[in-house]
């Protein structure tokens, strides 16, 4: 299969949605319960919510798709001088350990030049991607109690990768 990567649009956002719910409740509801992660999804991964991302000053957006179908996104933007913050990298799960998380997230990193760093959050439960970043060479550097947005609750890990 043929896999491209590019700049997200509005139009993609109803199947950006669907991914993201998708993905969150078989990587989640395990973790936080199903009605917790319906919550979530429905404020963090809204289409309103995600066409603020798609906006967003000094971010990036972009899209795994195969011509057919939108198989994993990135979002990314500035957090200051000289880091990027990785908030978002999800592939769906029939296409994890395919290949399409490390495109997704070679291009993200390219196209911040000058940073010298990406942040991430990740659910420290969440193995699977805890490994697939340590294999990217993030390294542990704390903890957030908020991962998200401000007063979310949710516990995160916080990674680094020097660039």
């Not at 009605?35 to 809204?46: K, L």
């Not at 294999?135 to 908020?146: C, D, I, L």
């Not at 007063?151 to 990674?159: E, K, N, R, T, Y």
Request: charged fraction near 20%; include cysteine; aromatic fraction near 8%.
């Amino acid at each position: 299969m043929t896999v491209f990567i590019r700049s997200a649009h509005e139009r993609d956002l109803p199947a950006v949605s669907k991914l993201l719910g998708e993905t969150w409740h078989a990587t989640y509801d395990a973790i936080y319960g199903g009605g917790r992660v319906a919550e979530i999804t429905a404020d963090w991964h809204s289409i309103a919510a995600l066409k603020v991302n798609l906006a967003k000053p000094e971010s990036e957006f972009i899209l795994a798709d195969d011509g057919n179908r939108v198989l994993g996104m990135a979002y990314a933007s500035m957090a200051d001088g000289d880091t990027a913050m990785l908030h978002q990298l999800y592939v769906h799960p029939a296409g994890q350990g395919s290949g399409t998380g490390t495109l997704l997230l070679d291009e993200i990193t390219s196209c911040f030049p000058g940073v010298q760093k990406f942040r991430l959050e990740v659910e420290e439960a969440n193995i699977a991607a805890v490994d697939f970043y340590k294999k990217h060479a993030f390294n542990q550097v704390g903890r957030t109690s908020n991962c998200g947005k401000a007063d979310s609750g949710i516990p995160a890990l916080v990674f680094e990768k020097l660039l």
